[in-house]
């Protein structure tokens, strides 16, 4: 399967379904940032240089988002050069091409690559126990535009809109992606017997809306999970 993607911004291409690859062609000046060793395949013509991409303090918020401390940024010295970013893991790559203030949250690590336009930073759960006890994270990735931004999804993606107070109960580390205005939260699951004997565990993620939300098949965590209890059997 391929998805291009053109117009007046950089022109992509994603590729493939398994392990996908997302292509940019750049023209002369234009850049595109990835976390270090993100790169797969690129021209010659295309320079690089490492840098922290907006000063420590965010090269530290990265860090502990679960990303590199610094980044790299590729720069087209000329026109129609290409460069590659391939997924690590089976799934999917989700575009996304924000708009002037337009943001995205996603689960740490889920981050690509991007044009140099868009900012990247941590996002703080509101509430202590989302984040400690609701499976996906104390912290997430915020991505603000413009420009268009690339993120690798584990297994395949459902995308679900939710209405103003309209709420979704997720399994823990099911959430993939969302749009700013959505609330994530945790409730408890009600019922010894279901903690217990219902093998969902203690906690389910919440999400409330206004927004859209993004979930992937097959968390990396729950498949590490699964490997490693069938290799201690």
Request: contains cysteine; aromatic residues 8%.
């Amino acid at each position: 399967m391929e998805e291009v993607k053109g117009g007046k911004s950089m022109e992509t291409k994603i590729i493939g379904e398994t392990l996908p690859v997302v292509t940019c062609k750049l023209k002369k000046g234009e850049s595109v940032v990835t976390e270090n060793g993100g790169m797969s395949w690129m021209d010659e013509g295309i320079k690089m240089t490492t840098t922290t991409n907006g000063g420590i303090m965010k090269g530290l918020g990265r860090a502990l988002a679960g990303e590199s401390l610094f980044m790299n940024v590729y720069t087209a010295e000329r026109d129609n050069v290409e460069i590659a970013f391939s997924s690590c893991f089976p799934g999917n790559i989700l575009e996304f091409d924000l708009k002037e203030g337009e943001t995205i949250v996603a689960q740490k690590r889920a981050f690509l690559c991007s044009e140099q336009t868009v900012d990247i930073k941590m996002k703080f759960k509101k509430k202590l126990g989302a984040g400690f006890f609701g499976g996906e994270g104390f912290i997430m990735q915020q991505m603000t535009g413009p420009g268009k931004v690339f993120l690798e999804i584990d297994g395949s993606v459902v995308k679900k809109e939710l209405a103003a107070g309209e709420k979704l109960k997720i399994d823990n580390g099911y959430v993939a992606a969302m749009t700013e205005k959505v609330d994530l939260n945790i409730e408890t699951v009600k019922g010894v017997k279901n903690i217990v004997f219902g093998g969902e565990g203690l906690f389910l993620t919440t999400l409330t809306g206004p927004g859209t939300v993004w979930l992937q098949s097959m968390p990396i965590s729950k498949l590490a999970g699964l490997l490693y209890i069938g290799n201690n059997n």
